[in-house]
């Protein structure tokens, strides 16, 4: 951008903001929508969020709800703040001053790998294979990053993929390791190739949280979604 582009976009942002805030002024005292759109990790849209969107839709069939997940915590964390989705299913509160989190579950997370790695209970040793992992700004890749330090490891080689499947059956293949819940293992047609190995206590569980903008506690729809989740009428 130019100088003044630079200026003009400054001034585009505060325009933006306040008409959103306009907006939200005018529809504070409660509003609903036809759709609800939710981001969630992989491993949760193919395991327990299903469920959730379905008891959803019982009780109010009406609403169309989905699920559209970006691949990463920190991808969907962006998604809900540039409103292009209601709500989030993400690792950690990722406390943020326009962010609302809703505590969901606790996830057990195990070190996943194939048959004939699973012979070993080696955690360090098991940590030397290449990690099979999502984009940069998911949690479990940091989890593993973060495991690979504190045992003072040197950085393996990474292999990125983006979708859950293709993760866990290169793991069956042979081709390294991973993290995830241990549901997601259970989950995969192949999984009988695969072999789960414990985590210690600092690194053995996730907690899930939905978040949600601050500006949308008005949305009746996604606050239903909400009691949904809490079990509440």
């Given at each position: 951008l130019t100088e003044k582009g630079r200026i003009l976009f400054g001034y585009a942002e505060k325009i933006l903001s306040l008409s959103e805030e306009a907006d939200y002024a005018l529809r504070e005292a409660g509003y609903q929508t036809k759709s609800l759109t939710i981001a969630a990790m992989e491993s949760a849209a193919v395991t327990f969020l299903p469920a959730l969107l379905s008891d959803y839709h019982r009780a109010y069939p009406d609403i169309r709800g989905q699920s559209h997940g970006r691949g990463t915590t920190d991808a969907d964390v962006q998604a809900v703040l540039a409103n292009d989705v209601d709500a989030a299913i993400v690792v950690g509160e990722n406390a943020h001053e326009e962010l609302c989190a809703v505590p969901l579950r606790q996830e057990k997370l195990v070190l996943i790998v194939d048959q004939e790695a699973g012979g070993t209970q080696d955690l360090p040793e098991l940590l030397k294979k290449p990690l099979l992992v999502f984009p940069v700004g998911?949690?479990?890749?940091?989890?593993?990053?973060?495991?690979?330090?504190?045992?003072?490891?040197?950085?393996?080689?990474?292999?990125?993929?983006?979708?859950?499947?293709?993760?866990?059956?290169?793991?069956?293949?042979?081709?390294?390791?991973?993290?995830?819940?241990?549901?997601?293992?259970?989950?995969?047609?192949?999984?009988?190739?695969?072999?789960?190995?414990?985590?210690?206590?600092?690194?053995?569980?996730?907690?899930?949280?939905?978040?949600?903008r601050k500006r949308s506690a008005g949305n009746k729809t996604l606050m239903n979604f909400i009691d949904t989740l809490k079990g509440e009428p």
């Open positions: 998911c949690s479990y890749r940091r989890l593993l990053e973060r495991m690979l330090s504190d045992f003072g490891l040197a950085p393996v080689d990474k292999m990125e993929l983006r979708l859950w499947g293709p993760i866990l059956a290169s793991i069956s293949a042979g081709l390294g390791i991973s993290v995830f819940p241990e549901t997601a293992v259970s989950a995969f047609s192949a999984g009988k190739a695969l072999c789960t190995i414990p985590l210690p206590d600092k690194y053995a569980t996730a907690d899930l949280y939905l978040v949600y």
